[in-house]
């Protein structure tokens, strides 16, 4: 049976309830294809059942290449837990690492990406929701400044957030920069409450925006997908959070940063975004989203929300496309140094050891 067009999914990331699908949740699945799921700590008790969850996720909306994410930044954002699987440090000791040895640091931080990619690789995981590319402003919220993120220095969050999308690719795993245009000077947790920003562009521009340009201009820049934040940016658009703000995703995003890769949603069932799902959901589509995501919600929600999800637009299934592309061909080509291209798990226990 040949496999669904991208445009005949539904532009949503979703997440199963527990390690293994349920009958009901198959059934929703298979019927609504959603364009990609989600994995969580819930989801992962062993190598062997998340590589057979992710199997049985694929195979309900019958693509073989269908995106599954992860949050594995590292440090206090990581699914995958000890003992059975590796835990890497936080992104603030490769900040760190890079201040005191700058070229050690950034060979540090690929090398880390690429063996955090191994894992996912292995079990069928090929989006990682990293690295976190924001640049913390004094007053930011401690959930994101206290070890989520690499330096309070634009050009060095950029530097380092390339080596870990440099990581990630080469061990075949597609990044998601994040929180475009940038989390950073939010002073509130946007899980539960609306971040405002009051800065100007020309503000952002020589500070939070940058990381993201810098990388929306590399030569890796299709093979990206990013996340976009929950947060208000008032000199922009003061009514609208940048993921439903038609202004911002189309002006600043698209325009001025330059990004041309998969443009993702926050979980739309943070409190930071107000109004019924129906309305989250349409919200973040009519911003120019290419997919929104629905994470941790009741199983009629996420029936809800996959029923009122528009299907992939052709420009969103480009991009798509042009991901898993580089992806592969950045696993192909790209041969870290020190690492073989294609490493077993007995090759990055040694290296770890």
């Known amino acids: 049976m040949a496999q669904p067009d991208l445009t005949d999914l539904k532009a949503i990331i979703i997440d199963p309830t527990g390690p293994e699908l349920t009958a009901e949740e198959a059934e929703i699945f298979a019927a609504e294809k959603p364009a990609g799921f989600i994995l969580f700590r819930r989801n992962c008790v062993?190598?062997?059942?998340v590589k057979k969850l992710v199997a049985d996720l694929r195979d309900c909306v019958g693509r073989e290449d269908l995106p599954v994410l992860i949050d594995q930044e590292g440090g206090s954002v990581a699914r995958l837990k000890a003992p059975e699987w590796h835990e890497y440090p936080a992104a603030k000791t490769f900040g760190q690492l890079a201040q005191e040895a700058p070229q050690e640091g950034l060979e540090a931080?690929?090398?880390n990406a690429y063996l955090m990619a191994l894992d996912l690789a292995e079990m069928g995981v090929t989006v990682n929701c990293a690295p976190v590319v924001d640049v913390p402003a004094p007053d930011c919220h401690a959930f994101l400044s206290g070890s989520r993120t690499y330096s309070e220095s634009p050009d060095e969050v950029g530097r380092l957030g390339e080596a870990v999308c440099k990581g990630l690719l080469e061990g075949g795993v597609t990044p998601v920069i994040k929180h475009i245009p940038g989390h950073g000077r939010a002073k509130v947790d946007s899980h539960h409450a609306l971040p405002v920003v009051d800065n100007s562009l020309s503000e952002l521009a020589v500070s939070d925006l940058k990381p993201f340009k810098y990388l929306s201009q590399s030569d890796m820049k299709t093979a990206l997908w990013a996340m976009a934040a929950h947060v208000v940016y008032s000199q922009l658009d003061p009514d609208s959070a940048a993921t439903v703000s038609r202004r911002v995703v189309t002006d600043?995003?698209?325009g001025d940063?330059?990004?041309?890769g998969v443009l993702l949603a926050d979980d739309i069932s943070m409190k930071a975004l107000g109004g019924t799902l129906e309305s989250r959901v349409a919200g973040t589509m009519e911003a120019g989203m290419d997919l929104?995501?629905?994470c941790n919600a009741p199983l009629e929600d996420r029936r809800l929300a996959l029923s009122v999800t528009p299907r992939v637009t052709p420009d969103a299934a480009a991009r798509?496309?042009?991901a898993e592309d580089g992806r592969g061909a950045e696993e192909r080509q790209r041969q870290p140094s020190g690492a073989?291209?294609?490493a077993g798990a007995?090759?990055?226990e040694n290296r770890l050891k």
């Open 252 to 254: 600043i995003i698209r």
């Open 46 to 49: 062993s190598r062997a059942q």
């Open 340 to 342: 073989p291209a294609k």
């Open 257 to 260: 940063i330059g990004f041309t």
């Open 320 to 322: 798509l496309q042009a």
């Open 292 to 294: 929104t995501m629905l």
């Open 109 to 111: 931080t690929r090398l």
């Open 346 to 348: 007995n090759d990055k």
